[in-house]
């Protein structure tokens, strides 16, 4: 399930922004697809411009029947009727979604103890590991989530050390019960503070497990983001 957003606070209409010859909404969409690991691909949207993008273009696409706080929401609303075991949240706003990592966060359900889990990349460049933008993640040593934050998490106050900083990638897997669970909860403090979902779980005591990828894609945030990208499409192509 791809949840789609067209009044992003950042950068309005960021899904529907040309990247090459596609929208951003439709790279995501179609790579998500070319997995070939899902029985079923399906954009979930507010925006009937977004609706229309991916019907038009052969895809799947659903409308949300009521305002959401969460793309979270948005898929919990969206699959509350569909039987399924697991269910995979890419962001709309990742375009160069690639099976390897995907493959890899369906790989953990084989523990039935996972309910939640989600990807992370190493973060190296300083203005990132400062940017608001970019949510970093701490993890235990069996990469379980700590704590997701805006802020550089750990603050490296021992220059002696050298603490590797994880980026958070929006995509998320979990169990059908584990997610309409979560929108039945409130929103939590942390959550409210950092404007980060995933909180939500970690404040009720739900463990999200992290896996490392070299995705290193871009999501689309900001004008300069999709800039980037632009650039990273035509290298690659």
Not at 43 to 72: L, Y
Not at 189 to 211: F, S, T
């Amino acid at each position: 399930m791809i949840p789609a957003r067209y009044a992003a606070t950042r950068f309005p209409a960021k899904l529907m922004q040309q990247l090459g010859n596609k929208t951003v909404i439709r790279h995501t969409y179609d790579n998500t697809v070319a997995t070939g690991l899902f029985d079923e691909v399906m954009v979930v949207t507010d925006s009937e411009i977004i609706f229309k993008e991916i019907v038009d273009h052969g895809g799947r696409a659903i409308m949300s029947k009521r305002e959401h706080e969460s793309g979270s929401d948005r898929i919990a609303e969206a699959i509350e009727d569909i039987e399924l075991d697991i269910v995979v949240n890419v962001q709309g706003d990742e375009p160069f979604v690639q099976k390897e990592p995907l493959e890899k966060l369906l790989q953990v359900f084989d523990d039935a103890s996972v309910q939640v889990a989600s990807l992370m990349q190493v973060l190296k460049e300083e203005r990132f590991i400062q940017d608001p933008n970019y949510v970093k993640v701490a993890v235990d040593k069996n990469n379980n989530a700590l704590l997701f934050s805006r802020s550089a998490i750990p603050y490296h106050r021992d220059k002696n050390t050298t603490p590797v900083y994880y980026e958070h990638i929006g995509v998320y897997a979990f169990r059908k019960n584990a997610l309409l669970q979560f929108t039945r909860w409130p929103m939590s403090p942390l959550e409210a503070a950092e404007k980060i979902e995933c909180l939500r779980y970690l404040e009720n005591g739900v463990p999200l497990k992290m896996i490392v990828t070299e995705y290193m894609g871009i999501e689309i945030d900001t004008p300069e983001d999709l800039e980037r990208a632009g650039k990273l499409l035509n290298y690659s192509s």
